[in-house]
């Protein structure tokens, strides 16, 4: 079968409905425990066959990304060719919507999807499982989205248990419109704990299950970083409260933040809280389907993800 031309791929974004964060491995890393979602909210990427040269050129829309060796997408798909032991020429196009170091998981899908998109064009026939141990060298978070769009995720993130989400929400993704950088959140709650809670036995048995509802899930949503962030971010306490007071049945931060999610039942609510949050405080603002279509507030004062360069 000959090769594609061009692959074009769309990278969702992810939301932590739990994140607990538990011991410190030898490694440096810390042993999580998260429930992890896909959200309508995507980026696109595009990679097409060069044959006339043997390098791999990125470009983006947002001009605030690196394109080089620093991007997540180009050591991606540098992994890939030295695993493959190819040196094919490559174009890569990048439509950035995901807003960057938010705890929405951005870089580390679109790195997923480098590693899907290029095993598609370059016809390479791996497993789903080979391409999430591939990915675990690239980030934590990076092996989930090949089992997206519910999973549990353990260990390190390198641990991905795909499980069913029946029921339908809608979230509203606030962000502030400052990055977080992950590893200075996770020294924060290293510095503020001096024990580290255990797993509650609601999440243990959720654990065992392959199944769960919104329902089950909604009353046991948590993110440890909520607390350590709390006094030197109040703004995220602040984005909490107004979703809870515009209709969302509950809020959390997601990830190492800065985005906090409010679940609702309809659309219909989730676009009207959406209005009315950026138009109080100018925070970005995006309505979507929890794994589904998106409506990003393009007019938002403080953040613009979608500009094009
Ligand atoms: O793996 P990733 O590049 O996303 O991690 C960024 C930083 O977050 C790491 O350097 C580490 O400080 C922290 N981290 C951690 N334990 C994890 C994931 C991330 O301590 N399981």
Known sequence: ????????????????????????????YHNLWSLMQTVGLEDELCFRLC?????????????????????????AAGLVMSRAALAVGLDIRIVKRI?????????????????AGLNRLLGLK????????????LGSDVPFFFFAPTAQVRGRGEDVVPLRLTGDRWLVLVNPGFPIE????????????????????AIGRLSRKECISWDEVIPLLENDFESALAS??????????????????????????ATVFG???????????????????????????????SWVSRESASFDPLRVG
Not at 13 to 22: G, Q, S, T, W
Not at 57 to 74: A, F, I, K, Q, W
Not at 107 to 114: E, I, M, Q, R, V
């Open 1 to 28: 079968m000959p090769m594609r031309r061009e692959v074009r791929i769309l990278a969702p974004a992810k939301i932590n409905l739990i994140l607990r964060v538990l011991d410190r491995r030898p490694d440096g």
């Open 51 to 75: 044959p006339e040269r043997a390098e791999i050129r990125l470009e983006c829309n947002d001009p605030s990304l690196p394109t080089d060796g620093r991007n997540l997408v180009m050591r």
């Open 99 to 115: 807003p960057i170091s938010a705890g929405l998981g951005g870089g580390s899908s679109d790195a997923a999807a480098t590693i």
């Open 126 to 137: 791996w497993s789903i499982a080979e391409m999430a141990k591939l990915a675990q060298t």
């Open 182 to 201: 992950t590893r200075w959140a996770y020294d924060c709650l290293a510095a503020m704990r001096n024990r580290i809670p255990p797993l509650s036995e």
């Open 232 to 257: 030197t971010h109040q703004v995220l306490g602040q984005m909490k409260a107004e979703l809870i007071a515009s209709g969302a049945e509950a809020a959390l931060l997601s990830g190492s933040g």
């Open 263 to 293: 679940i609702f039942r309809s659309e219909a609510a989730a676009l009207s809280a959406q209005n009315v949050l950026r138009q109080a405080y100018g925070w970005w603002t995006c309505a979507a389907k929890a794994n589904g279509q």
